[in-house]
């Protein structure tokens, strides 16, 4: 059995986006039952050098729009990156969610081939559709979903890989 574009992208996009849900609520109920603001873990790293856990969501969130946008050949909503608590954390990644479950699979579906361009710094890096989505678009989100995951178990909270994969 085949499996088309719309079917390894928006769905896979949606189960993602749902399981960072389910482990920042659970990130929210851990600051709450440890007395501690929810500001922390907002603003909270693993290195010096990386992301916080706001910008990790602002990431998982834009490669799972722009990805469906990119194969589906229309624009993105645009957001600004200025969710500082975690109330707005919440209501991008819903807001993001809200726009995959919008998208049309006659969109997608059998656009395989459709050039994708990226600018990379002063440079551009040229896909089909297909081979973005799988080597560039899924492992990118899934890196910064990660991330946000591994933020939150590094500052205390019990989450574990049942929390990530979901049922």
């Known amino acids: 059995m085949a499996i088309s574009l719309y079917d390894a992208s928006v769905p896979v996009f949606i189960r993602g986006l749902d399981q960072l849900t389910h482990i920042l609520g659970k990130g929210l109920a851990h600051a709450q039952a440890q007395g501690l603001d929810p500001a922390t873990l907002v603003q909270a790293r693993l290195a010096p050098d990386m992301l916080t856990l706001a910008g990790q969501v602002q990431r998982a969130s834009d490669a799972s729009k722009l990805a469906a946008a ?4 229309m624009t993105a909503p645009s957001f600004p990156d200025t969710e500082s608590t975690y109330d707005e954390l919440l ?6 969610r809200e726009f995959l479950a919008g998208v049309d ?3 997608i579906d059998g656009q395989e081939a459709r050039e994708v361009r990226l600018k990379v710094g002063d440079g551009e890096i040229v896909f089909d559709a297909q081979r973005y989505l799988l080597q560039f678009a899924i492992p990118n989100f899934f890196f910064h979903v990660t991330t946000a995951y591994d933020v939150l178990r590094h500052m205390g909270v019990p989450v574990g890989k049942r929390d990530y994969l979901g049922r």
């Open 70 to 73: 990119r194969l589906g050949g």
């Open 105 to 107: 699979r006659a969109a």
């Open 91 to 96: 209501a991008r990644v819903a807001r993001t």
